[in-house]
């Protein structure tokens, strides 16, 4: 299996604040690459689909960057509705695999 | 807009066979991949397995022995079977939609998700 990690695990930012997320594969997976918000209680939602491409709908502060075994994710000015946690995700191979997640809190 | 609909029992004791259905309303059911995501409380997201419209089925082979994914394209249902459930299969279970352009990986709509949880 490809193993996805995250980093930070959970991070704290002011709003306005520009918040960066960063994924890395185990092994090369191109770009088949995804990001997604879960609040709580909620399913998770879809923000980016191959590491770059804004799905429809998604505010245009957040983006996708990476190829590889290297992704970013960014949120350009944190907005207090961003307050979830986001999960990177990989569907080069199956099965398909999720990072462990990044929370995202206002400080 | 399309819409997944699940449901299913919510309280099962070990040994006992899950079984969730998910019903899609709106779009194209042939024109892509359906999925069973789960979630274990305060943890990550694990894929279960997908099928599509023909019953081609793939599975997480962490689970694979355990697992049965079908479909039933009369009424755009599709449905999860978890044999000989225990402690370790407490989770929230999500229905996805999967579409993508070689593998059908980017899952753009999800149910509502359903906490089965397994107590003796």
């Known amino acids: 299996d490809i193993q996805m990690t995250q980093s930070p695990s959970s991070l704290s930012a002011s709003v306005g604040d520009r918040v960066t997320i960063t994924c890395q594969a185990s092994?090369?997976?191109?770009?088949?690459l995804n990001w997604y918000q879960q609040k709580p209680g909620k399913a998770p939602k879809l923000l980016i689909y191959?590491?770059?491409n804004l799905e429809t709908g998604v505010p245009s502060r957040f983006s996708g960057s990476g190829s590889g075994t290297d992704f970013t994710f960014t949120i350009s000015s944190l907005q207090p509705e961003d307050i979830a946690t986001y999960y990177c995700?990989?569907?080069?191979?199956?099965?398909?695999?999720f990072g462990p997640g990044t929370r995202v809190d206002i400080k | 807009q399309v819409q997944l609909q699940q449901w299913g029992a919510g309280l099962l004791k070990p040994s006992e066979t899950l079984s969730l259905t998910c019903t899609v309303y709106?779009?194209?059911?042939?024109?892509?991949?359906w999925t069973w995501i789960r979630q274990p409380p305060g943890k990550g997201l694990e894929w279960i397995g997908e099928?599509?419209?023909?019953?081609?089925?793939k599975y997480n082979p962490s689970l694979h022995s355990r697992v049965t994914i079908s479909a039933d394209t009369s009424k755009n249902q599709f449905s999860l079977k978890v044999y000989s459930v225990a402690a370790a299969d407490t989770a929230v279970y999500y229905c996805?939609?999967?579409?993508?352009?070689?593998?059908?990986?980017?899952?753009?709509?999800w149910g509502q998700g359903t906490l089965v949880t397994v107590s003796s």
């Open positions: 996805a939609r999967g579409s993508g352009r070689f593998y059908q990986g980017v899952f753009d709509n």
């Open positions: 709106g779009g194209s059911f042939s024109d892509y991949y």
């Open positions: 099928i599509n419209n023909i019953g081609s089925t």
């Open positions: 092994q090369d997976i191109t770009n088949y």
């Open positions: 191959d590491a770059s």
């Open positions: 995700q990989q569907y080069d191979n199956p099965p398909f695999t």
